[in-house]
């Protein structure tokens, strides 16, 4: 096999929904990967058997209609599903450790009982933080909502939002006090039949079938009871969860990066040049060795930061640094992978060049690979400084 699993910590659950979320991969999502991908479009039996497949509620209790698994769990299917197609990947991802996690940690019990059971049976989440303005800076966001008896009103746009197109529930971040600077900034949540409006749906390099739009807010009536984590409170659900948020980048930019050396590899062992298999020379043996290297250290940053979030211990700088240095190592081997299989790796019908394609997006979303190292050296000066 091209996919040794050489971390055995796994429980057996998470062994077992491993090959289950790989079946679903290769069966349903396989066959449709460059046809959504040429037509930009999320098929809607994709969507439908995530759902139906248990992988939307992957952390929610099975009150909520969840599967009450672990969030090494979520990591699992998000890596699993990017072998195979990183758009559907990021469409779960978004999905489970933004939207359904926000609910979740800081929800009430009322909006969990509202809001999760709709969320693990058919309805799509976003989260809608990024603006025209505010990406890197997003606590500089300038969507306003004010405040109207039980109810608030909210003006303003996103950029970039993730599964909108498809999306019937968002988690909205506004400001509702901007005297107080970031500090104003509140986590509404909302169905899409509040007037939320698709302004433009972006054509891109690569994750083209995860839909990502422009949204337009004008006067939307949301009432009170639907604000998460309490006024003013915002930012920080936003950097908290973006904390989890990004090890699920990692496991994506993993996942991609196995998926382009699965289909490589073993069409250099099947193709000869010079009377011998193509990967067996040196100069392709050692390559093919480093990017397996490679990919072995950004399953254990990823599953390290995954099991330390877990187990309730910091997890900020060992998220960033998984999420960073996936990215970097998705772009190299994906990259590579087309080299290895010369002319035909160039052509679409191999499916590597889509992972190379795909793979620039894990170094902007989630915080641009500068962020995380921000972020890494704010922590590393705090314990030094
Ligand atoms: N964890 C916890 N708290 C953090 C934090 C972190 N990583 N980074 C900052 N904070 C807190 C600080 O402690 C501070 O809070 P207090 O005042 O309560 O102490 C507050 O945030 C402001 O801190 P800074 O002044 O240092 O932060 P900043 O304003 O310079 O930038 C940031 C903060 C906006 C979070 C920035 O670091 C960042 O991460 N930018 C990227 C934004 C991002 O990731 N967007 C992703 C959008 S969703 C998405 O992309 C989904 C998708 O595609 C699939
Ligand atoms: P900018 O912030 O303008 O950055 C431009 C460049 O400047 C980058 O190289 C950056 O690293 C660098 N830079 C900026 N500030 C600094 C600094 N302080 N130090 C050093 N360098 C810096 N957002 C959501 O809210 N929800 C979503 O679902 C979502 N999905 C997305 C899907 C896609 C396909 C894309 C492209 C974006 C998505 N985003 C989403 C937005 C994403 O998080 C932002 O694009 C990202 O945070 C970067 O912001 P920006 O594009 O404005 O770039």
Known sequence: ??????????????????????????????????????????????????????????????????????????????????????????????????????????????????????????????????????????????????????????????????????????????????????????????????????AKKEEKLGIRASSTCSLNFDDLRIPAENIIGGEGNGYKVAIEILNEGRIGIAAQMLGLAQGAFDKAVPYTYQRTQFGQPVGTFQGMAFQIAQAAVEIESIRLLTYNAARRKEEGKSFTKEAAMAKYWASVIAQRVSGQAIEWAGGVGFTRETGIEKFWRDSKIGAIYEGTSNIQLQTIAKIIQKQHL
């Open 1 to 198: 096999s091209f996919s040794p699993n050489s971390l055995d910590t796994f429980t057996e659950e998470e062994e077992m929904l491993r090959e289950s979320v790989k079946r679903f991969a290769t069966e349903v999502v396989g066959p449709k990967v460059r046809e959504m991908d040429e037509k930009e479009n999320m098929a809607p039996e994709v969507i439908k058997g995530l759902f139906e497949q248990g992988l939307m509620g992957i952390e929610t209790s099975a009150d909520h209609g969840g599967a009450e698994s672990s969030f090494t769990s979520a990591i699992i299917a998000i890596e699993e599903l990017a072998k195979v197609d990183p758009s559907v990947s990021v469409m779960c991802d978004v999905h489970n450790t933004l939207v359904n996690t926000i609910l979740r940690k800081y929800g009430t019990k009322e909006q969990q009982d509202k809001w999760l059971p709709q969320l693990s049976q058919d309805k799509l989440g976003s989260f809608c933080l990024s603006e025209s303005a505010a990406g890197s800076d997003a606590f500089a966001l300038q969507t306003r909502a004010k405040k109207d008896g039980d109810h608030w009103i909210i003006n303003g746009s996103k950029m970039w939002i993730t599964n909108s197109y498809e999306a019937e529930i968002f988690l909205i971040f506004a400001n509702v006090d901007p005297s107080k600077g970031y500090k104003g900034i509140t986590c509404f949540i909302t169905t899409k039949d509040v007037g939320i409006k698709i």
